[in-house]
């Protein structure tokens, strides 16, 4: 996985939320939230696995929704954030935090109802490994986003300091054929970037997003958004 020595340092950990969901990145992590959500429903009693889960801003919104849930990251200090957030949090469902590979998985076949990987797929050196991983842990359901070739990511996408492999549609297509899964549904967002609404305060990010939304509801715009939310289904 691409820049694990950067993602792991205990400094990122502590100012990671902060830094991408404060501001008008409060808009991002909303949206992130209600495509897993949306995805997954209904969330009660289903047995999660969310696959590079950070500092647990899914893992504890599914836990708190009913689910019983594995979050599994390759940062002890994401994790420690994740495991604080939890000891603040009423939880209907169950949670777990473990130190994992997602390349190699810890865990028999079919034992998950859905796994999730969000902002994963653009950090993974090989996706069609991975993305087999995951459906040989799933029973049913593999939910994950990729940010798209043809965005506005693409002008920037070097200065990253992780760096970040985009995919276009087709690309996404067969890794989907080659590892056995039906894709239900794909949404597309975001034509302004991540990095400006990170950078400017809520206020002004909203209507620049409702902007965003208007124009993004137009067919001809899909192959052009920033990321794509996936969907999919074990054959």
Known sequence: MKGQEWYQA????????????SQGGQLIDRREKAAVLEAIMPVE??????????????????AEQGADVVGLD???AMLQQGRNKRENTALEGTL??????AG???????????VIAMRFF???????????EMRRVSSDQIVFDTFNRFSARSIYNWALPMGSRLYSKSEVAVLLAKTNLTLVDVEDDFLVPYGLYRSIPNG??????GLDELIGSLPVT???ASVSYWNTRVR
Not at 96 to 101: I, K, M, P, T, W
């Open 222 to 224: 899909d192959h052009l």
């Open 10 to 21: 205990d400094d990122v950990a502590e100012e990671y939320d902060d830094k991408r969901f």
């Open 104 to 114: 190699r998985l810890p865990f028999p076949d079919d034992h998950f109802d859905t």
């Open 45 to 62: 009693d289903r047995n999660i696995l969310e696959i590079a889960c950070g500092t647990g801003r899914f893992t504890v919104m599914l």
């Open 204 to 209: 002004l990010a909203s209507p620049i997003r």
């Open 96 to 101: 777990e935090f473990l130190r994992g590979d």
């Open 122 to 132: 653009h950090l993974a050196d090989d996706p069609e490994a991975f993305l087999k």
């Open 74 to 76: 390759i940062s002890a």
